[in-house]
Each structure stands twice: as C-alpha cells, then as structure tokens.
C-alpha cells in the first residue's frame, strides 16, 4: 500500500490517521537529488524519497520548507 502524507507550513503530516509534525521538532537535514531524510528533535528520523511526492512542485515545496525551516544540513 502506497504510503500518503502532506506538508505545510504547519510541518508534515507523513501518515494521515497521525497528527502533524511541526517543522520547529526537525533539527537535522541529509538531502540527496531523489531524498530527503530529517531528524526529529527525539531521534526519529523521516524519510522521504522523492517518489512520496505526486508532482515536481511538491518536491520543490518539501526542499523549500526544509531550507527555511530545519536548521542544521549533515
């Protein structure tokens, strides 16, 4: 089953039957050209390839969001 989430301003929501996860828990970021990987603030990390977004903007969003808001690129 494909998996589905979303993200916003509010932070990600990577399962919808779960509550939002605010980008001010991120603290890490590891990007390469086809994901992005970030560390929460409590040691999970989140995975997202880039074939968990539906178009190019959306990817584009998820980088954009990740510049502005998670603070420390490893």
Do not use: Y
């Not at 919808?16 to 040691?43: M, N």
């Amino acid at each position: 089953m494909p998996r589905k989430g979303r993200i916003s301003p509010l932070g990600i929501q990577h399962d919808p039957s779960q509550d939002w996860e605010a980008w001010e828990k991120f603290i890490k970021v590891h990007r390469t050209p086809d994901l992005v990987v970030i560390l929460s603030d409590t040691g999970n990390f989140v995975a997202l390839p880039r074939t968990f977004f539906s178009s190019n903007q959306d990817w584009k969003n998820l980088n954009q969001f990740v510049d502005q808001r998670v603070l420390v690129p490893v």
